[in-house]
């Protein structure tokens, strides 16, 4: 009975055999008709030459598609249960972009990276202290590299006095 139910047999709900699946596919579609709603007012195809609207809609297209395949694959196959989701991972990268944007100003690029990494980080159970302090230095000295030496981009990188 324990094996019917951790592949998804033993828990079905209106016919659906592979609840992650179905689910994932019909977000996947409603995504797409959002994404097709939101840009009927740009203009398309003109001749051979590509309007604004094209590309998001003929993304929003093969999205509905693989969408639909998806969910069509949820009600016939055999698949897990849905899990309860877990919220610290997205809260704690939330917090880290907001406290980055609140702080990367008056702090400057070095700490305000630093920090908002070490919170990104925080979110993962399999993190530990010495390596987690080890690639937010790696990221920060990264982002450094390619945003104010690489590009070029105005940030100040340390507090100023």
């Known amino acids: 009975m324990s094996d ?14 592979n609840p992650r699946d179905f689910w994932g596919g019909l977000v996947l579609l409603v995504v797409a008709v959002v994404a097709l709603w939101a ?3 740009l203009s398309g195809m003109q001749g051979f030459a590509f309007g604004p609207g094209t590309a998001p809609r003929l993304f929003s297209v093969l999205l509905a598609i693989c969408g639909a395949g998806i969910a069509l694959i949820g009600l016939f196959t ?10 610290r991972g997205p809260a704690l990268v939330v917090a880290a972009i907001l406290i980055f944007a609140l702080i990367v100003r008056p702090v400057g690029l070095v700490p305000a990276s630093y920090l908002a990494f070490l919170i990104a980080i925080a979110g993962s159970r399999e993190a530990k202290v010495v390596e987690s302090l080890i690639a937010a230095a790696a990221m920060t000295a990264f982002c450094v590299a390619l945003f104010y030496y690489g590009l ?4 100040q990188l340390w ?3």
């Open 4 to 17: 019917q139910t951790s592949t998804g047999a033993g828990k079905r709900f209106l016919g659906v055999r």
């Open 39 to 41: 840009t009927k007012d």
């Open 78 to 87: 055999d698949g897990p249960d849905i899990e309860p989701y877990a919220y």
């Open 152 to 155: 070029g981009l105005p940030f």
């Open 159 to 161: 507090p100023r006095f």
